[in-house]
């Protein structure tokens, strides 16, 4: 998939969207509103109590995940190549004064002055050039910078549905996304489920996929089901650390 696809698609759709795309994306659904709970726990684990100088944020949609962020980073730059994207985080974070944005394609996104961290959620299976992408994180870190990503699992049990749209052909699997981080420098000190789901619109399922998932995070991942966590993991969350 091209780069250009993803952003043609997200600023088509959102100029026929009749409502926010953090309510369309995240709570139009049952399903949907278990998924941003249950990524939503992950990333508060992988931020921690944690706090940053300069933070960089890549596909930030209209900034629902920026939302955890904003407490923690001292400068906040958000990075995306929809237009229309930017002009709507623009306008649900326009009270914040530390927050700066750039319409621009991340392989092509250059900086001065490095970064703490770099986050990046759902997006990364967007990029064609994925070997590029994690070259451009190191370079933008810090040493000992940290990059938290969230990206989909090809192994899901209902991805191939996913996957027969162009807009998600680009899934990469654990073991894949694990090697790419430590070919460009970096240790991988984290990976999580960030959504465990099947058949969520059952909520007897929904509360049982809750509750496990609840158990994995607080555990970092030690907690899992043989032959059913991989298959039920929707997204991964990769946190790796610039050596």
């Known amino acids: 998939m091209q780069n250009t696809y993803a952003k043609e698609y997200y600023d088509t759709y959102l100029k026929q969207l009749p409502t926010d795309y953090k309510s369309a994306r995240w709570f139009s ?12 726990r992950s990333l508060l684990a992988a931020l921690r109590t944690a706090s ?3 933070v960089l944020e890549i596909g930030p949609g209209d900034g629902v995940w920026t939302d955890l962020l904003l407490p923690k980073a001292k400068e906040l730059t958000l990075v995306d190549q ?3 994207m930017i002009e709507r985080a623009k306008e649900r974070l326009k009270s914040q004064t530390n927050v700066t944005y750039e319409v621009i394609d991340f392989l092509q996104y250059q ?3 490095a970064y703490d961290l770099i986050f990046a959620i759902r997006c990364f299976e967007y990029f064609e050039d994925k070997e590029k992408a994690v070259a451009n994180f190191s370079q933008l870190l ?8 969230v990206t989909k699992n090809p192994k899901h049990v209902a991805m191939k549905k996913v996957q027969n749209r162009e807009l998600h052909k680009g899934q990469i699997q654990r073991d894949e996304m694990v090697a790419l981080f430590t070919r460009h420098g970096f240790e991988v000190t984290s990976v999580l489920s960030a959504t465990w789901r099947f058949k969520a619109k059952y909520w007897p399922l929904r509360v049982l996929f809750s509750l496990l998932h609840s158990w994995h995070v607080a555990t970092n991942g030690k907690f899992t089901v043989p032959f059913v966590t991989v298959p039920l993991t929707e997204s991964y969350l990769y946190v790796a650390r610039k050596r």
């Not at 659904?29 to 939503?40: F, H, N, V």
């Not at 810090?142 to 990503?149: D, I, P």
């Open 29 to 40: 659904s049952a399903e949907a509103k278990l998924d941003y709970a249950e990524t939503r």
């Open 142 to 149: 810090n040493a000992g910078g940290q990059v938290v990503l």
């Open 111 to 113: 900086s001065t002055a």
């Open 52 to 54: 940053f100088s300069r």
């Open 82 to 84: 929809s237009v229309e």
